[in-house]
C-alpha cells in the first residue's frame, strides 16, 4: 500500500479492531486491503480484467472538466459493482427534510435544549432514523444550500447503510463514539472530533449507547481549508492532521437483503441488494471521506487590543462563487489565551449579514455560561441582534485584564452560511427543546450612559 504525501498511523481503539488511517487533505492516495496486495491495477484505471477479478467503479465528486486544483474522483476496486440493486423507491422521511416553508419565518434569537435522546428500552434508533432537521435553505436540485441537522440514537446500523446524494455531512459528534463504515474503509470518530463523508459515499454508523451529534450538509460544494492570507504558509487547521481510512473490504451475502437509504432530492428513498456494499478490496484517488482532532487546531488571537472576528478560527469552508462569501463554514472555539488590553475580551455585541448556528460539544461557552449547554443549540438569524448576555458583559466589564486561559475544558462551535435559514416545525414546536426564555437573558442589561463623562487628557487630541 501507498499513497503520496503522507504516511500511516495505527491506532488501536478496541481489543479486537485496529484501525488504519492515511494523513493529509486533499491528497492523492492509494489504498488496498493487505489481504489482497496487488489489488491495484498497475499503471492504469480500468484494465481489460482487474486483478483478483474485481470491478474498476470511477466515484466523482466534480465534473470531469473542473481545474485540477478542484477536481475530484476516485477509483474503486470492488468485488461487485453498485449499480447492482433492486429499484429504489420512496421510504419515510421521519424528521428530516428541506420543506423550508412548513411554519412561517421567525428572526428571534433561539436556543435549543439538549435535544433528546430515545432511550433503547423504549424505541431503536439508529443513525438514519435518528435524523432531525433544525434549519436550512436552497435547494438540492439547483445544487446550492445548506441544511443543519441533529442525528440522537442508541443503536447501531444493521445491514444497512447510507449514501446522500444531494451534498456533503461534516459530522461533530457531542455524546458517543461512531464507528463509521465507508467504502473507503473505517473511522472511528470521537467527541472533539469531526469527519467529514461527501456526496455520494456509503457508510454506515455503529453506536455503543445514547449518542447525538451535529451534522452541517452543504449542496454544491466541497468543504476545503481556507485560505490563510498573511497568516502565511502555517496556522489553523493543518493538512497533515487530517485522515482518511485504509481499504478494508468484506466479502459478505445477505441472504435477507441489505438497505441501501439514498437522500435523493432532500427525500429518501431505499434499494435492496444481497451483499454488502463495503467490498471495496484497493482505491486511489482524491476524493475521500476524512476526519479531524479539534485538540490540533492553531489557534490564532488579539495579543494587543481588541476581540478578532470569528474567522480567525475557521476549520473548514464551502465556498460560494462571490469571493470571500462562504455557502457555510466551521468555526470552533477551542481553549487559547486571553491577554488583550484595555479590551472587553468576549464576543463583542453583533448584528451580522450571515446566519450563525452555534453547537456545544462540551464545557461551558464564555458568552452565555448558563442556559447554553452541551448537545443543544442557538441560531442567530441573518441580522438578528446577539451578543454576551448581562452577567457575561458587567463580569467582563470589571474584570481584572491579566493574561488567562479562555474556554478552558470547552469546545462550541458555529456553523456560519450566508444563507438566510428558514427553521423546521420540528425545531421550533415538535422537539419540545425549544428555550423561550432566552430573550430574558439580555433583559438586565442597563444604561451606563453618563453624560458627565469626559475624556482623559491624553486621549483628547488638542485642536488650536
Given at each position: 500500500?501507498?499513497?503520496?504525501?503522507?504516511?500511516?498511523?495505527l491506532v488501536s481503539l478496541t481489543s479486537v479492531c485496529l484501525f488504519q488511517y492515511m494523513s493529509g487533505f486533499g491528497n492523492e492516495f492509494s489504498s488496498e486491503d493487505p489481504r489482497c496486495p496487488g489489488a491495484l491495477p498497475d499503471g492504469q484505471n480500468n484494465p481489460q480484467v482487474c486483478p483478483y477479478g474485481l470491478y474498476a467503479e470511477q466515484l466523482s465528486g466534480s465534473a470531469f472538466t473542473c481545474p485540477r486544483p478542484t477536481n475530484k474522483r476516485s477509483w474503486l476496486y470492488r468485488i461487485l459493482p453498485s449499480v447492482k440493486h433492486k429499484p429504489f423507491?420512496?421510504?419515510?422521511?421521519?424528521?428530516?427534510?428541506?420543506?423550508?416553508?412548513?411554519?412561517?419565518p421567525d428572526p428571534n434569537q433561539l436556543r435549543w435544549l439538549p435535544f433528546t435522546i430515545p432511550k433503547s428500552l423504549d424505541k431503536k434508533v439508529d443513525f438514519v432514523s435518528g435524523l432531525n432537521t433544525i434549519c436550512g435553505a436552497g435547494d438540492a436540485k439547483s445544487r446550492n444550500g445548506i441544511g443543519i441537522h441533529m442525528y440522537t440514537c442508541n443503536t447501531s446500523m444493521t445491514d444497512r447503510c447510507f449514501n446522500n446524494s444531494d451534498g456533503d455531512f461534516l459530522i461533530v459528534p457531542q455524546q458517543g463514539n461512531l464507528l463509521i463504515t465507508t467504502e473507503f474503509g473505517k473511522m472511528m470518530v470521537e467527541p472533539n472530533e469531526i469527519c467529514v463523508i461527501q456526496q455520494g459515499m456509503r457508510f454506515t454508523v455503529d453506536v455503543y449507547g445514547e449518542t447525538r451529534g451535529y451534522i452541517l450538509e452543504v449542496y454544491g460544494a466541497h468543504f476545503e481549508l481556507p485560505d490563510l492570507g498573511p497568516i502565511g504558509a502555517n496556522g489553523l487547521a493543518n493538512p497533515r492532521d487530517f485522515q482518511c481510512p485504509a481499504a478494508w473490504y468484506e466479502d459478505r451475502?445477505?441472504?435477507?437483503?441489505?438497505?441501501?437509504?439514498?437522500?435523493y432530492q432532500g427525500k429518501l428513498f431505499s434499494c435492496q441488494q444481497d451483499f454488502s456494499p463495503f467490498n471495496v478490496v484497493a482505491w486511489h484517488g482524491n476524493y475521500t471521506p476524512y476526519k479531524y482532532n479539534l485538540e490540533k487546531f492553531m489557534a490564532i488571537n488579539a495579543v494587543a487590543f481588541d476581540h478578532a472576528d470569528p474567522s480567525i478560527f475557521t476549520v473548514l469552508t464551502a465556498k460560494s462563487t462571490r469571493p470571500g462569501v462562504a455557502i457555510a463554514d466551521f468555526v470552533i472555539f477551542p481553549p487559547r489565551w486571553g491577554v488583550a488590553e484595555n479590551t472587553f475580551r468576549p464576543p463583542y455585541y453583533h448584528r451580522n449579514c450571515m446566519s450563525e448556528f452555534m453547537g456545544l460539544?462540551?464545557?461551558?461557552?464564555?458568552?452565555?455560561?448558563?442556559?447554553?449547554?452541551?448537545?443543544?443549540?442557538?441560531?442567530?438569524?441573518?441580522m438578528t441582534p446577539h451578543g454576551p448576555d448581562a452577567y457575561c458583559f458587567e463580569k467582563n466589564s470589571m474584570a481584572d485584564l491579566e493574561p488567562e486561559r479562555v474556554a478552558e475544558g470547552t469546545m462550541a462551535f458555529m456553523f456560519e452560511s450566508s444563507f438566510s435559514m428558514a427553521v423546521t416545525k420540528w425545531a421550533l414546536e415538535t422537539c419540545q427543546r425549544l428555550d423561550k426564555t432566552y430573550y430574558q437573558c439580555w433583559e438586565p442589561l442597563r444604561s451606563?450612559?453618563?453624560?458627565?463623562?469626559?475624556p482623559s487628557h491624553n486621549l483628547v487630541k488638542e485642536i488650536d
Open positions: 500500500m501507498e499513497h503520496f504525501s503522507s504516511h500511516f498511523e423507491t420512496p421510504v419515510y422521511c421521519g424528521n428530516i427534510t428541506e420543506s423550508w416553508n412548513e411554519v412561517e451475502t445477505v441472504h435477507t437483503g441489505y438497505t441501501v437509504i439514498n437522500k460539544i462540551k464545557g461551558h461557552y464564555e458568552a452565555k455560561e448558563e442556559g447554553f449547554l452541551p448537545g443543544g443549540g442557538s441560531l442567530h438569524s441573518m451606563h450612559f453618563n453624560p458627565n463623562f469626559r
